[in-house]
């Protein structure tokens, strides 16, 4: 090629140009995530340093106490009954369901099993709650007779189970049916039934797959506010002693707090908002790093 | 001469409406190497799942005609595919251990799933015999218990073939078992077969005449879905009787 190629220069140019152009873009579609994250950290860290970090997860909310704010102890207890009790009801559904779309498609009513999750993954979830709240905590409501009544940390995490589960059955059909076609030929040759080809070799090989969706089933759910409206009955200063009683969430203590008027409830809505982050980034995290990946 | 232990008669096989295995007869002898070569495409891996009802779990797929091991028709209405399975073995293309099994798991997989032995000894003894026959056994016996995954692409293959033999088949069937190896494991997987036909037959499938020339008993050559001509291998390479194979022999098809 000619030394002085008279074009090269220009492409040279126009080559950091385009260049320029794509990471400008790339960033500007990052930074209000970014600025997402460090306005939640900022203010959140703020918040949470006023009552110390154990006091903040632990205590209950003193939102009008200048010198002393509380916490979120009782919304975060809450919390995590919702996402073990959604988790205990949901994962082992949604994981049946899973399998049963992945491995018996011969059955019509495994198509309609499919059907029925992709529709209700992108569902709105303002519906799962109005309809737990119909189908379940109404009727507990005449049955008791009070106004307030039937509210209870179960019926959110029932309708967090029905906002899970369609995701995590499709994310552990998707997984099974990522295995290599010769690995269950492999199993079914070796004289194991279709049952046992799933649960003997199939869940086993596309175990990181499935863990992966039930976490971001589990993260999905920690974050969920709608489900919540109508079901748990809220309560942010008391600790639910049980999951049949009425109770919070973070998620909702966020929405509840931030409408207030004094700066004290605003504050410890941002810590709230902090501690959420944590969590779900969290259980993002673990399932990253749980399991190790299964080397075909 | 010895007896026959497999015998296929006016085989027909349609993948999804598609007619791939077409009016297929012959009869495997025991003791014997018997290789099904053919072009890709032929029907050869589909013809060979047809023998131990593997095309079973595929809803497309359609069987007609009679497959008997020892004498019983394995697709005649009171058998249980299961028994079947368990009765012949099979080797895969791509060298397929369980990757979230140890080696030892490997190997004792079919015998547990198959309540075949009553206690830890004696399914130690019969992986040992597995790894042993595969000649596998002093490459891994240290290691038994790492993931299957660790293992080298013939000594993989090698584990699926111990994986087949824990369970005792009467036949081994074999899907280009060397396909993707390279020459040096390849040739391990060949004497591993000429060892193996000392016991049980062995229905291979190739696409490379070589291969077939090197060590079956038998030969057979299918060609989208028929079997054009089938017999002692080396008559089949000597004499052909059908100018389709003379054609395929000489790379011509």
Known sequence: MEPRDPSLRRRRLLDRLGLAVLAGLAGAALLPLLHILYTVAVNGAAAIARSGLVEFLTAPPRPLDPENPGGIGPALLGSLWLIALSAAIGVPLAVFAGVFIAEFRRAGLSRLVLLLSLLLVEFPTILVGLYVYTVYVLPRQRATGGVGEGYSLLAGALALALVMMPYVAVQVSEALRGVPRELREAAFSLGASRLKTVYRVLLGVARRGILVGVLIGLAKAAGETAPLLFTIGGGFEAYPRSPLQHGGAVPLLIYEYIQQAQPGYHQLAWGASLVLLALVSGIMLASRLLVRRVRL | ?253
Do not use: C
Request: net charge positive; no cysteine.
């Open chain 2, 1 to 253: 001469m010895p007896s026959e232990v497999l015998v296929v008669e006016g085989l027909n096989v349609w993948l999804s409406g598609k007619h791939v295995v077409k009016n297929v007869s012959f009869k495997v002898p025991d003791r014997t190497v018997f290789a099904l070569m053919g072009p890709s495409g032929s029907g050869k891996s589909t013809l060979l799942r047809a023998l131990n009802r593997l095309l079973d779990i595929y809803e497309e797929a359609e069987v007609r005609g009679r497959v008997l091991l020892e004498g019983v028709d394995i697709y005649s209405p009171g058998v249980d595919p299961i028994w079947v399975r368990r009765r012949v073995g099979m080797v895969f293309q791509h060298p397929n251990p369980f990757p979230h099994l140890s080696i030892y798991d490997n190997v004792a997989i079919g015998p547990r799933l198959n309540r075949m032995v009553k206690s830890k000894r004696e399914l130690d003894e019969l992986v040992r015999w597995a790894l042993e026959k595969a000649y596998l056994w002093d490459e891994v016996k240290d290691r038994l218990h790492m993931p299957a995954a660790k293992l080298s692409g013939g000594q993989k293959q090698r584990l699926s073939i111990a994986r087949a033999l824990a369970l005792k088949p009467r036949v081994l069937l074999m899907d280009e078992p060397t396909a993707n190896l390279d020459p040096v494991a390849t040739e391990k997987i060949e004497e591993l077969i000429a060892e193996l036909k000392r016991e049980i037959p062995i229905i291979l499938v190739t696409h490379s005449p070589e291969q077939a020339a090197r060590v079956a008993d038998y030969t057979a050559f299918l060609y989208y879905g028929e079997l054009v001509e089938v017999g002692p291998t080396g008559k089949i390479f000597t004499q052909p009787e059908n100018p389709l194979t003379e054609r395929y022999l000489l790379r011509r098809i």
